[in-house]
């Protein structure tokens, strides 16, 4: 398969930066945000190969081949349409985590609330809305993260 049948069979297209600071036109197939934070953009780079056929020719070929990059290393290309590119590890609208707290006290939040991106919220978690995450600090029914301070973003 030639570069054009490429293109007018995957998409979308985008320009990955690679390491080297070649660049590369690739499929994007895939946004994922990992546990710390970071946003990659999964690919495919469609790479040179050897195909054999039955009776021992061989000839070189497409094979789409898996890479992650770094979001800040994509570039879209004009005219492909981005919209309907999956988006794992993102909740529209939910921008803060909760963290399950294991020390129970009497009186002591049982949760504490980090930014989306903090690296100390582990363990069990889930993620609240700006509005709920407001809500829960002027109760004071949550703790505050002191490496992230939410409540300073919230101005809480």
């Known amino acids: 398969m030639d570069a054009e049948e ?9 320009r990955a930066s690679l390491p080297d600071d070649q660049e590369l036109d690739v499929v994007l197939t895939q946004w994922t945000r ?3 934070g970071v946003w990659w953009a999964e690919c495919e780079a469609i790479l040179p190969a050897r195909y054999q056929h039955g009776d021992g020719r061989t ?3 497409g094979a789409p081949t898996p890479i992650s990059v770094p979001s800040g290393k994509i570039t879209p290309i ?6 309907s590119v999956p988006v794992d590890g993102a909740v529209t609208g939910r921008q803060w985590v909760v963290e399950k707290l294991h ?3 009497e009186g002591a939040p049982s949760r504490r609330l980090h930014r989306r ?5 582990r363990d069990s978690h ?18 505050v ?7 300073r973003a919230l101005r809480r």
């Open 126 to 143: 889930e993620r609240i809305t700006t509005e709920d995450a407001i809500e829960r600090l002027i109760r004071r029914a949550i703790a």
């Open 59 to 61: 000839q070189v070929t």
């Open 34 to 36: 990992t546990p710390d």
């Open 117 to 121: 991106d903090c690296w100390q919220a």
């Open 6 to 14: 490429w293109r007018a069979k995957a998409g979308p297209w985008a």
């Open 78 to 83: 004009a005219g492909e349409d981005y919209s």
């Open 145 to 151: 993260c002191d490496v992230c301070r939410p409540d």
């Open 103 to 105: 020390q129970y006290t």
